[in-house]
């Protein structure tokens, strides 16, 4: 088994930021994850969209911002097992765990910090027009740039569906519709695309996509009125949202609660030595927000150096006290 102080299962920004900070107090790293790449939720849903909400960064692309996150934890050369579920988590002696992986791996650990997010996801389907997927229906936008100058009908009320119509609608002919008056998205996006140039509509479903080999025209239904309504389309976007799977990681013994894994203010799950960060945690007046996850990864990793050496501080001192991180090859 590959041994390392401290394993990070998840890795999105909070669990990048989890290895970094790993890395400031000389802890060797593993890293692990389910998806084939780093970046978690952004790679695989939102590469392209712009993030307005991480400080520092008046706007920055998802892509940009994994980027800059694997950027700072390179430095410090984490083990990555990327592509591989992590799967169970024994006891060893000594206080330390082995932590199992889907294609066999084995890795000695002395802590854990879960930072797995939503876990593995799958997307909400549209009611109809699954024939289309990948032919003018998708449920992501890997590449805004191949939408431009289309007519897209984007589908839904959530941040999903607000963030893509904001995005597109300067450089294609948006159409947005939701089932309901209300929003869930933020109320910051919901003025943008209201005050811009695409077209709201609610009240509204799609009842059929229509196209021969791929969509060229959507049938909608006002709920209240009962009447339908044809209109071109080149592509549809379903931002419906998604269900989450937690996975493997709810058989670890770990206190819960709504398919979260619950922490204390130290950000420890109630196994001794495994910590959580981010969107896979909970506690009371918890925000859902990537700049909440940087602070939990960072306490997380302080207190779990405090678990593998009682006599070291949880504060790590001031980074600009520190000796200089070497600059990436």
Same mark, same amino acid.
């Given at each position: ?20 900070? @790993?890395?400031?107090?000389? &802890? ?20 392209? !969209? ?9 706007? $920055?692309? /998802? ?15 984490? /083990?990555?097992?990327? =592509?591989? *579920? ?8 000594? +206080? ?7 294609? =066999?791996?084995? &890795?000695?650990? /002395? ?36 939408? @431009?100058? !289309? ?9 999903? %569906? ?5 995005? &597109?609608?300067?450089?294609? *002919? ?12 933020? *109320? ?21 996509? #229509?196209?021969? +080999? ?8 006002? $709920? %209240?009125? +009962?009447? #339908?309504?044809? $209109? ?6 379903? @931002?419906?949202?998604?269900? %989450? ?14 398919? !979260? ?11 001794? /030595? ?56």
């Amino acid at each position: 088994m590959k041994r390392y102080d401290l394993t990070v299962v998840g890795a999105g920004p909070a669990g990048l930021f989890a290895a970094f900070y @790993a890395g400031m107090r000389g &802890l060797s790293v593993a890293m692990v994850d389910a998806l084939p790449e780093p970046g978690g939720q952004i790679t695989a849903l939102y590469p392209e !969209k712009f993030i307005r909400d991480v400080a520092g960064f008046p706007a $920055i692309r /998802g892509r940009e911002l994994v980027r800059e996150l694997v950027a700072q934890v390179q430095p410090f050369a984490p /083990g990555m097992f990327l =592509g591989r *579920q992590a799967t169970d988590l024994d006891d060893l002696p000594g +206080g330390r765990f082995r932590l199992r992986l889907a294609d =066999g791996t084995e &890795l000695d650990t /002395g802590a854990v910090v879960v930072t797995g997010g939503i876990g593995t996801f799958t997307p909400r389907k549209l009611p109809c027009g699954e024939e289309f997927l990948g032919r003018g229906l998708s449920y992501f936008v890997h590449d805004p740039a191949e939408l @431009a100058h !289309k007519r897209v009908l984007v589908v839904g009320g959530g941040d999903s %569906a607000f963030d893509w119509a904001d995005a &597109l609608q300067d450089v294609a *002919q948006v159409t947005l519709v939701h089932r309901r008056d209300g929003f869930r998205a933020h *109320q910051h996006t919901v003025n943008r695309v209201l005050g811009g140039p695409a077209v709201v509509r609610t009240g509204t479903v799609v009842d059929e996509l #229509r196209g021969n +080999g791929r969509v060229h025209r959507a049938v909608l239904r006002d $709920i %209240a009125a +009962g009447t #339908r309504t044809e $209109i071109d389309c080149d592509h549809v976007v379903a @931002a419906l949202g998604f269900v %989450a799977n937690p996975g493997p990681l709810l058989r670890w013994g770990l206190a819960e609660r709504d398919r !979260k894994i619950v922490v204390d203010a130290a950000m420890r799950t109630s196994r001794p /030595g495994v910590f959580a960060a981010g969107d896979v945690c909970t506690y009371d007046g918890r925000v859902p927000l990537i700049a909440v996850g940087f602070g939990e990864a960072s306490t997380a990793v302080n207190h779990a150096a405090a678990h593998l050496d009682p006599a070291a501080s949880t504060f790590p001192g001031h980074s600009t006290d520190a000796t200089p991180v070497p600059a990436p090859a």
